[in-house]
């Protein structure tokens, strides 16, 4: 195998980790975001609410979807966060997760 040879094969083992991690990390994200937004609507039912807060994920794939189903629950239970407040909750929670998984694997 050449030098070249190693060097790709490097790449693209880091690229197939960092997409595994990043993942992992949204994946956790969206939940630490539902029990954040279940503890502005005032929701008990956890469970349900992140699952509720998943599909929403899968239904509309990207942070979009999941951006989307806070801010329609929160306009509809009159909860006042702006989309910029959500947004930030978001990012905050990503690096959050990030770390969370980086230290847990």
């Keep these: 195998m050449s030098t070249f040879d190693k060097r790709e094969d490097a ?7 960092d997409e595994t991690l990043r993942f992992k990390a949204k994946a956790r994200r969206d939940k630490l975001l539902a029990l954040w937004a ?7 039912d956890l469970d349900a609410y992140v699952a509720e807060v ?6 509309e794939s990207g942070d979009e979807g999941v951006f989307l189903k806070i801010r329609k629950d929160f306009d ?22 990030m770390a969370e998984i980086k230290t847990t694997g």
Excluded: W
């Design 11 to 17: 790449f693209e083992n880091k690229f197939v980790h």
């Design 54 to 59: 998943l599909a929403a994920d899968i239904e």
């Design 76 to 97: 509809t239970a009159g909860v006042a966060r702006s989309d910029h407040q959500i947004r930030r909750a978001m990012d905050e929670l990503m690096h959050r997760a």
């Design 38 to 44: 279940a503890e502005k609507l005032g929701r008990t």
